[in-house]
């Protein structure tokens, strides 16, 4: 969680994307010390964060907001809130399926702020056919509730990734 923290509140490096004040968002990019890509999105969300958590880390749910998400699936639950999970994502435009294991865990704070760790490099799972195994070495997303108005939060959702394979530049800004 310590490292999760130090990239969310890191001010150095950082190209904004997309800053859109109508939607309440800003997107971020840089690229980590392993050279790969490393993502950043901040967002006001309508919800508390443990209902706006909740949402998010749903599986069912994530398909239904997700086009990219082709499956998801939780398959071992190692405690209350650990557990090895896969996804798939579609093939977009020229860029292959990718795929990832990963290894979630979350936990609540006393403020009610709620803080999702996710990692996976696992490289001895079966692969796919057509997929491409990609990597995320620390990623999650951070929800904390507003100071003024507790019933919203905010939250900041961060990946660095390795896609993997040939994915043009285009497509990863």
């Not at 999970?85 to 609540?108: C, N, P, T």
């Not at 990597?135 to 507003?146: C, E, S």
């Amino acid at each position: 969680m310590k490292q999760l923290r130090a990239i969310a509140d890191d001010p150095e490096g950082w190209q904004v994307t997309i800053d859109s004040k109508k939607d309440r968002m800003k997107c971020e990019q840089r690229t980590s010390e392993r050279g790969f890509n490393v993502g950043r999105i901040t967002s006001i969300q309508d919800f508390d964060s443990i209902t706006s958590f909740r949402a998010f880390g749903n599986g069912e749910n994530r398909l239904k907001y997700d086009k990219n998400c082709e499956r998801i699936e939780s398959i071992e639950w190692c405690g209350a809130n650990f557990l090895y999970g896969y996804q798939k994502l579609h093939k977009i435009l020229s860029v292959a399926s990718r795929d990832l294991y990963q290894m979630s865990f979350w936990e609540v704070m006393d403020d009610n702020s709620v803080y999702c760790v996710v990692w996976g490099e696992d490289e001895d799972m079966p692969e796919e056919p057509g997929c491409v195994r990609m990597t995320v070495p620390i990623g999650g997303a951070i929800f904390k509730p507003l100071k003024d108005d507790k019933t919203k939060c905010e939250m900041t959702y961060i990946a660095e990734a390795h896609l993997g394979g040939n994915v043009p530049g285009w497509i990863t800004k």
